[in-house]
């Protein structure tokens, strides 16, 4: 910004009396202990509102205009005000304008002369710099939606030039041969070999602050969205990006989506806040969500992320829609079940919901301080401590020696889920709090069953008030072990030992022999694995009928992980079997077999 003219007096005498001024004023103004520094960008997840669930939904009333008509000033003023009325003290600070606000009913861009986005008029005719304002007047944050690349309608054939960048127009930003990219291939893509591309993304970041926004979702993101192959590897575009965002001197949040490649999570850690790990949550349909499409996916897609999650970029499961039954198309059980999952996950925690119409028990779901605690502590991500089977119990364990624990049926009837200690590490006595209900439940011996609804839930604190768990471990490469099918012994930095099965496919089978217990009984058998994607293994005790479970994704195949899985043994020497069946099961890296049974 450069300095106001006074032509009464020299430039060097002006330069002096304007910083004693100015220093006098901050001084007697703003005392020094009351400086602050702003809080780190995306410490903790963000909380807030989106508004794509309305836009996509078919809801009746919702796009009267058509689709995704429903994205319009009126309405996302209407959403902020209401936000700050009633969301607001709890932590919901963020309202982010999705896809759309430069497009009109028929969903043609519009563009400036620089090629960037411009807010339709009728969408928004105060513009979007007035939006953030007005948001920003409510003690809240604006967000804005951008897809990633240059947009084909911004192309101009060329010869758009880029702003502040002379000489550059948009045909020395992209290929030659105008490759599209993004997961509707909707944009070309960038070519950052030429310095005018990324002239052309610090344009698009400077209006974006500008306006005064403080977040930024970039949708269409690869490799993901669908997507992948070099054409459509968007890290560079991220990367530039992020260097744009720093050089406007604003902070803002970024967050990048969909469903994007675990393969790349190092380059989504360094250069964003936040990464969409799955499809959009919303079911396009007459409803906000449905539980089948995609709300269920949630459980199998997202064990994998969990080690990737913390301070400075989360896990992002997409949109919370729980606040309004009718309109979220789910039941109270389910609805409780998916707030649970996101929370315990530290997944950002923003509704989709028209929060003008939340019900008094969608309130209550969104509104639950101690639910809210768990997704924004300093604790970990919980995962499955158990097989991702229907009836599932997830965990972390907490700074402070407690663990939170969450139990799901995932079943489509009504089935008792047990948390048992043995699968938190500990044996003995644990006092249990039920966190939705704000109730101490009491001290429980060894664990805790409960009976669920379909698709129901319970999230509780557990604190140990017994001993640590005492096991026996065992190596799936012992040289005593039998290996079948095409099973092999393979190397495996991460695991113990370096070594683990694999090759368990088709017939393939691993079992351990000579495990040893002093009393006949249930074990809860403790399985570290490796796999990079979720499979099935049926295990089984001393040649009997086994159980198949299925072993949720470590994201690749060389992290492990770690799931308990019941084995009923005999005293003294059992095997037990690890068999692919026709499929295919993870790799073997060691089992653990606690001294007594559950």
Sequence with gaps: ??????????????????????????????????????????????????????????????????????????????????????????????????????MDWTWKQGYDQYGRQKADPARFPSGMKAVADHIHAKGLKAG?????????????????????????????????????????????????????AQKYIDSQAQLLAGWGYDFLKLDG????????GDQYDNVADVAAWHQAIAATGRPIHLEASWSLDYGHAADWQKYTNGWRIDTDVECYCNTLVSWENSVDDRWDDTPAWTGKAGP???????????????MDGLTKAERQSYATLWAIAKS????????????????????????????????????????????????????????????????????????????????????????????????????????????GSRLFTVTPKGSALASTGYEAEASGNTLSGNASVAGCDACSGAKKVGNLYLGGKLTFNNVV?????????????VSGDSRPATVS??????????????????????????????AGANTISFDSGSGYAPDIDRIDVPKSPR
């Design 144 to 196: 804005i939606y951008l897809p990633v690349g240059l947009e084909k309608g911004a192309y101009g054939e060329g010869r758009t030039p880029i702003w502040n960048a002379e000489g550059c127009t948009t045909a020395d930003i992209v290929y030659p041969d105008l490759r599209t990219t993004n997961g509707w291939d909707s944009s070309y893509k960038l070519d950052f070999d030429r310095p005018c």
């Design 312 to 326: 400075g970029g989360w896990n992002d499961l997409d949109s919370l829609d729980v606040g309004n039954g009718a």
């Design 517 to 529: 217990v002093d009393k006949a009984g249930t074990y809860l058998v403790k399985v570290a694995y």
């Design 541 to 570: 005790a001393n040649a009997g009928g086994g159980t198949s479970h299925k072993f949720p994704s470590t994201g690749d195949w060389g992290t492990v992980a770690s799931v308990s899985v019941p084995v009923t043994l005999k």
């Design 348 to 455: 950002p925690l923003f509704t989709g919901d028209d929060i003008t119409k939340l019900d008094d028990y969608g309130l209550s779901l969104l509104t639950n301080s101690e639910v809210i605690g768990v997704d924004q502590s300093d604790n970990p991500p919980a995962r499955p401590v158990t097989a991702s089977d229907p009836q599932q119990v997830w965990a972390a364990k907490n700074a402070d020696g407690t663990y939170t624990v969450a139990l799901f049926n995932l079943a489509a009837s009504p089935a008792a889920v047990t948390a048992d200690w043995t699968a938190l590490g500990f044996t003995g006595k644990a006092s249990v709090r039920d966190l939705w209900n704000h109730e101490d439940l009491g001290s429980f011996q060894n664990k805790i069953t409960e009976a669920l609804p379909a698709h």
């Design 1 to 102: 910004m450069r300095s106001p003219t006074y032509p009464h007096l020299p430039a060097r005498g002006l330069r002096a009396v304007l910083v004693l001024a100015l220093t006098a004023a901050f001084a007697a103004a703003v005392p020094v202990a009351e400086a602050q520094t702003p809080a780190p960008i995306a410490a903790k997840p963000y909380m807030g509102w989106s508004s794509w669930s309305m836009q996509s939904s078919k809801y009746p009333g919702l796009n009267d205009q058509g689709d995704y008509s429903y994205l319009t000033e009126a309405n996302v003023l209407k959403q902020t005000d209401a936000l700050a009325s009633k969301l607001k003290k709890y932590g919901y600070d963020y309202v982010n304008i999705d896809a759309g606000w430069w």
């Design 221 to 228: 993101v690869g490799p993901g969205s669908g997507k992948s």
